[in-house]
């Protein structure tokens, strides 16, 4: 058994270790799409500024920061001087100094100065928490306020911390309810620290860009105007993400200047299989997690330190767990050198997994994207990546943890088994020269304003001055019709809350608003989570499969207007995939564009939908059966991007009026799956209708429709991007080998007609007549 990885030379390293998992692939298979040599990066360090005390600089000496990196006194300065920042900067780049640096300094400089940290998760917290602590910065009181602090401890953390660590939910429902409590903090706030803020999109993202306004309302009572810094992956116009964000304008700092190894980077395409067939007879591929499995495997074999990063919790678990097993026939001690992390571990969990790696006693890890934050490993010998990661930030997050200075590092991407996967293995550029998405949030979704202004006006009135920063005319529209339902009252100096009870509780900013469903497991009684009602139907419905805590449950009873969604533990060997019918109206249409023979249009919709069965499914990607279901309809106002094809050009693509159906069926699918490359959004965020012919437009008509009332930005994104969005649809769907249509071109897991009917080559027909039409026309607006 070989483990000479450090043997070779840095800039050969990488490819060495990809030449040693190609040897281990089959015979016959050529899963290998396409290599990047990624080069070495330099680290710039510069001095210390001189407004960092000397104490602190010893302080960041102690835990092994001699001197900063340019990047990291850049945004500090930015923060120093008063000027809100984003730092954008990759893995393990320091983004933390560069917010530490500032608010150490202003803390140790004025005893009286407080500052507010948030994060997404509380283990990214608490990682934080404890690196301010390691410096041990005298009179900081750093600490945490989140919903595991005890009660009496957070009397103390509100009396006398001066820097506290909390996450949005809590800013939401614990800090700013209780404004008053905290006027002491709020008076002598100087800073706000937003962390992992890429993080915050769509409604989630919406939610927390209004809480950040609120905040900066609260604060200004109290006479403070906080600095807020940003720290993000690296994103496309971070200044004008950050600036949405936080409702104030942002310097962006983005030139990296932190050394980085040598990266060889490997699209890689698992092989159809001949022994299985899917839905409707379509081909299968080798399954992304099993690939994974055998990469992983071949790595630890040849003893690189390697962590795989796959999309589900039980598939992080399947994955280490096969490696595990592989390895036990190669040599009896290395299956206890792989482990499986995912989200719920404690800290000293975590804290081991990063210092077993670190030393090498362990070589493999399979997680899911929870170690993309919280947890210190970088400068690993490989990462493999199971299954686009939702975004290209993500990936290049993840890939970041692989690479040390001096040293070369192997990064393999492995598609799954759907359309933007095989895009991306098929258009390299599109992954590895493709300037990383913005996020996309949209603060004046009055599905968001509505909930967040009533909270606002229960912690003070809201008054004209206030609208403008909390969304302006949407802002006022919105306070009227709150008025009208009587949620609100007007008065001479504003608008009042006019409950005893504050609606904080009842607004949940993760999700799309209402009363949850609870997810209740039947022998114990206990509360396992909870699941938006308008997503209960897909996700909890009788018969699903659904995970907590890599844990699975299998759902027994559904009970929509009790909200409550009965589980048992049971571990089977499928999984479950829910099949909707849905029907889509138009409510408004506020933006028309004809390009002769077709249209493109974005309003506001209303979308039925219907699940009226699920899939059982084996992790290979064979279908089991298919099981019917008697739920209820649901119907959603939001937005969507359609465009419409005249008969003639149909006629005129080659696709025959029996071929319409199935063509635009394969086309909506498709573009489905590649919208999340355009938009920060997940295939799941978002959904779709085509029909030959549609009640509202009179023609061939394909919808793609945001999955949250009110929308969430992705439509908007999609129509902004119209052309090149499906230009890749077009060339995802001609990419795939398969003769007639699989999950990696046309099919969708949540199709509720069953996949049928699709045609493969006339949807590639009418998106060539799309985009040569649209394309080449500047095309004519119309009044909505």
Known sequence: MSTSV??????????????????????????LRHVRELPERAASPVPWPDWVPGSLRDAFARCGVESPWAHQVEAATHAREGRHVVIATGTASGKSLAYQAPVLSALCADRRA???YLSPTKALGADQLRSVGSLDVPEVRAASFDGDTPLPERDWVRAHSRWVFTNPDML?????????????????????VVDECHGYRGVFGSHVALLLRRLRRVARKYGSDPVFVLASATVSDPASSASLLAGVPCEAVTADASPQGARTVALWEPPLLEALEG???????????????????DLVVEGARTLAFVRSRRGAEL??????????????SLPRRVAAYRAGFLPEERRALEKDLASGSLLGVASTNALELGVDIAGLDAVVVAGYPGTLASFWQQAGRAGRAGDGALVVFVAQDNPLDTYLVHNPSAMLDKPVEAT?????????????????????????????????????????DLVADGVLRRRPTGWFWTSRERPHASVDIRGSGGEQVAVVESDSGRLLGTVNPGSACATVHPGAVYLHQGTSYVVDELDLEAGLAMVHREDPEWSTTPREQVDISVLS????????????????????????????????????????????KQTLHTRAVWYTLTEDLLAEAGVAHREVPGALHAAEHAAIGLLPLFASCDRWDIGGVSTAMHPDTG?????????????????????????????ATRDAIAACECPSGCPSCVQSPKCGNGNEPLDKTAAVAVLDAVVRVVGSSKGEDSAA
């Open 6 to 31: 450090g043997a070779r030379p840095a800039a050969e390293r990488g490819r060495g270790l990809l030449d040693r998992v190609l040897a281990g692939v089959p015979t016959g298979e050529n899963p």
């Open 114 to 116: 407080t500052a507010l």
């Open 172 to 192: 939401h429902r614990g800090i700013l309810p209780a404004h008053a409590k905290w006027a002491h903090f709020f008076r002598r706030l100087a800073f706000v």
């Open 279 to 297: 839905e409707n007879g379509a081909p299968v591929r080798r399954s992304a997690g099993a690939e994974t499995a055998r990469i992983l495997t």
């Open 319 to 332: 994955t280490a767990l096969s490696a595990r097993h592989a390895l036990s026939e190669v040599d009896s």
């Open 440 to 480: 996309v949030i949209d603060p004046a979704n009055p599905y968001v304003l509505a909930p967040q202004l009533a909270c606002a006006a229960a912690e003070m009135p809201l008054t004209d001055a206030c609208l403008s920063s909390l969304g302006g005319q949407s802002a006022r529209r919105v306070v009227e």
């Open 589 to 632: 249409t506020e933006s028309h564009r004809a390009f002769g023979g077709v249209t493109v249009n974005l309003g506001e919709v209303a979308v039925t939908s219907h699940v009226v069965g699920y899939l059982r499914r084996l992790p290979s990607g064979q279908v089991l059966d298919q099981v019917p279901l008697d739920l209820p």
């Open 699 to 727: 023609e061939a008509t394909v919808f793609v429709h945001d999955g949250h009332p009110g929308g969430a930005g992705f439509a908007d994104r999609g129509h902004a991007a119209l052309v090149e969005w499906l230009t």
